[in-house]
């Protein structure tokens, strides 16, 4: 590999707490060897080929925390291929990945094939998660020490709640002995149950079954009810509500925790499910203005650490039909990053803080070596025109499942170029 | 005999998927078209040929006695072709979605289809892949549209208008349908609506659809004109919302002695069927001073002639 060297960029590593204009130099293996305003002409030798960024952004390379990738048991939505390469074009290198695979991710034998399939087929550094409970069953622990020590970076049940509270309080138990992070999805499962969109006008006048804020709020507070007594690894993986983002922010006075929101939470609301879009049925579901309002305010005051796609491809088959037998979930790892700088066109949140919530925050988290462009440190990085208005086109998504929650929206800011250990894989 | 129609007026949409689509001058619309009906259906000739060579297909997905047979007999009545797709039998119970049966019926080229499902909106998925009108016959919770045109024609037939008077909805309202229908439609036509309900069935934020809101039933029937009784839809009940029937019948059921509540020439009436004993006194329902209910039967078959007329293509 050839040295290569950008110059003219405005480079934002929040890890680094660099955000200025200057240069990066990757060097021959593909490592970041020079970074920031010390980087210019002067100090480039003339005979080196040096590519003139004219003012783009330089991010490191996203690390998306919530990703559902068919692999294996549904490949016809979704490969570690077809993944690599929508999430590249949305300038992120690093993924979690979820285990409500089939078979599921819950044991040492499963996790050798995934790793061995991931490094085959994918061009983008895949983390992988297993089950919190075997089988996804919420009754029996799966062996969180075993799983960890062949590369399992932290442990959910995907879509499902861990309803039990004694064993909830076991498994924060032998978290805390392993220094294992537990990854929750907040919802009262009762609660919620044949729930389909917020609970409230909009369901009350579709006719759909609602999700009440409660069935969220519930699990929150019972989980960090047990935190403030069993010291854990704990992260809630998405959250949905005003009433989350208040009771969040008044307990990370008392005990540490993170937690996640979805950029489909971030930008959109109830109003938009319209007449039946099915696409917009999501889990957490959109709720009202208020509540997105909220969220942003809780990503603004640090009540929130991290912005997720929650990238859920689904064929179309399973999206055309009613709204009760529809799927849930939307595809979205390749305009994670463009929906997000939304929020900082419309002047809503500082460049910075979405950055952070999408690089050094989740890294920091999942303790990995990654969302950086430290020196030393694999170059992943992409190359963002921050203005370049662009529309979501259906047939244009590179992901296999074309499930996107904003068809046809515009949007202001594009992935002009994605480098994964210095190697250019994406280029618009 | 020949029905007049009064072709300066047209109907703003193409499809009658909820009363929450329409306008007042479509509701008017519909309701005078109805009216011309009325007379007809008592007659001994009650055939014509205003929807001679048309195809009208009904798509039950849902068992119903009265709408099916009421849709049917509309159909006959206007001349039309009618087709009652029995679900049961059909591939759909074999794995075909809803849209695939929308594709197969449209290649036939119906002139309207009348659907029930069991899933809110499903009317709504079908009228965009189809090119005729569709009628919806009742989509989950959602709206059952000429269930509340039927009733405003019997009200306005009993008390000869509907602003201004006061009408009780009582029941399970979470699970229905015609609640939300009537809700829109009564107030759209200037009634004011109490609603009374266990808040176990109350639907979230119904307040804001500009309806009082009452759990207990004796203040929310106080004064009204009208009272509306709802079937307790135990089969849409997934778990648990009340104790016991003979509960429910204590607090919420209609008997003659809650009804002196209301105002002294209050009509009853009823979607049905009926769960008598557990929503609604049985002498009360029979009772022919009180109780419409038969005249709410009698009256869907002309305004769902008229809906028929008005929307087919």
Known sequence: ?428 | MAIKSNKAVKISQKHLLGIQDLSISDVNFILNEAKQFIKLNKSKNKKLDTLKGKTQINLFFEPSTRTQSSFELAGKRLGADVMSMNIVNSAIKKGETLIDTAMTLNAMHPDLIVIRHQDSGACNLLSQKVNCSVINAGDGRREHPTQALLDALTIIEKKEKIQGLKIAICGDILHSRVARSNIYLLTMLGAEVNIISPTNLMPEDIEKFGVNKFSDMKKGLKDCDIVMMLRLQNERMTSSFLSSNREYYEYYGLTPDKLTYAKDDALIMHPGPMNRGIEIDTNLADDINRSVIREQVELGVAVRMACLKIFCT
């Not at chain 1, 992070?181 to 369901?203: F, R, V």
């Open chain 1, 1 to 428: 590999m050839k040295k290569q060297y950008f110059l003219n960029a405005n480079i934002i590593d929040t890890h680094n707490s660099l955000n200025e204009v200057g240069g990066l130099i990757v060097d021959d293996n593909g490592l970041v060897e020079a970074i920031g305003k010390k980087v210019n002409k002067n100090n480039i030798p003339s005979r080196e080929k040096v590519i003139d960024l004219k003012g783009k952004y330089i991010f490191p390379g996203i690390v998306d925390m919530r990703v559902f990738v068919g692999e294996p048991g549904y490949e016809y939505k979704e490969n570690f291929r077809t993944l690599s390469n929508a999430a590249l074009s949305g300038g992120v290198t690093s993924v979690v990945t979820m285990p409500n695979t089939d078979p599921i991710i819950d044991n040492v034998s499963i996790v050798d094939f995934l790793k061995r399939r991931g490094r085959d087929k994918s061009k983008i550094n895949i983390f992988p998660t297993a089950s919190l409970t075997k089988n996804l069953e919420g009754s029996n622990m799966t062996e969180f020490g075993l799983l960890q020590k062949k590369g399992i970076i932290a442990f959910t049940d995907g879509l499902k709640t861990i309803q039990n509270t004694r064993l909830m309080s076991r498994i924060m138990k032998s978290a805390h002995d392993l220094n294992s992070l537990i990854l929750q999805h907040a919802e009262d499962l009762e609660l919620s149950k044949k729930g389909m969109i917020n609970d409230g006008i909009i369901s009350t006048k579709l006719g759909l079954q609602g999700i009440p804020d409660l069935a969220e709020l519930i699990i929150i507070e019972r989980d960090l009810t047990l935190l403030e007594s069993i010291k854990c690894r704990y992260h809630i993986s998405q959250i949905s509500s005003k009433k989350s983002v208040e009771i969040i922010n008044e307990r990370k006075q008392k005990v540490k925790f993170t937690c996640g929101v979805s950029i489909n939470n971030l930008s959109l609301n109830e109003n938009d499910i319209g007449d039946f879009r099915t696409f917009l049925k999501l889990s957490p579901p959109l709720r009202t203005e208020e509540d997105r309002t909220s969220l942003v305010d809780g990503l603004n005051n640090k009540t929130i650490d991290v912005i997720v796609s929650d990238h859920k491809p689904e064929d179309e088959e399973q999206k055309r039909l009613t709204f009760a037998q529809a799927a849930t979930g939307s595809s979205g790892i390749e305009t994670l990053l463009s929906l997000s700088l939304e929020l900082y066109h419309n002047g809503s949140v500082k460049l910075e803080t979405i950055i952070q919530a999408l690089t050094s925050n989740p890294a920091k988290i999942l303790k990995i070596n990654k969302g950086n462009l430290t020196i030393g440190n694999d170059a992943d990085f992409c190359i963002v025109d921050i203005n370049k208005p662009w529309i979501v086109k259906k047939e244009e998504l590179i992901s296999k499942s074309k499930n996107t929650s904003i068809e046809n929206k515009k949007l202001q800011g594009k992935v002009t170029n994605t480098f994964v250990k210095g190697v250019e894989l994406f280029k618009l």
